[in-house]
């Protein structure tokens, strides 16, 4: 199971640091990715991290601004966002992907990912 936390209602330029904690389960096990899902809108990508970490990607809107990490002692990925704007409110998902396989868009498409988290509300006012 995933659950999110972190998520609250901000002002433009705020921070904030999103947590995706696995329970019954180990995380560092996966990759893991960020999706974000505004009002009306669809599902879209936000970020993505390779079971070590050391590979991550980003959505052009994510890039510069987010930051994704994770701790496996801890079992948990993090989003850590600055410079936020309004157009960043939306509901924030973590999903895991148990595929090996190579490229970006075994991250980026959510596809790929077969276990989702509830997902965590931010709001951005300007």
């Known amino acids: 199971q995933l659950v999110e936390s972190g998520g609250g209602l901000v002002q433009a330029g705020d921070s904030l640091r999103l947590s995706c904690a696995a329970s019954?389960?180990?995380?560092?096990?996966?990759?893991v990715g960020w999706f974000r899902q505004a009002p009306g809108k669809g599902r879209e990508f936000v970020a993505a991290?390779?079971?070590?970490?050391?590979?991550?990607y980003y959505a052009d809107s994510a890039k510069g601004r987010f930051t994704i990490s994770r701790d496996n002692a801890g079992n948990t990925v993090y989003l850590q966002m600055y410079s936020l704007k309004p157009e960043d409110t939306a509901d924030y998902y973590c999903?895991?992907?148990?595929?090996?396989?190579?490229?970006?868009?075994?991250?980026?498409?959510?596809?790929?990912?077969?276990?989702w988290g509830q997902g965590t509300q931010v709001t951005v006012s300007s």
């Open positions: 991290t390779s079971r070590d970490g050391a590979v991550t």
């Open positions: 019954g389960g180990t995380l560092s096990k996966w990759r």
């Open positions: 999903a895991v992907s148990t595929t090996n396989s190579p490229g970006s868009n075994a991250y980026t498409l959510a596809r790929y990912y077969g276990y």
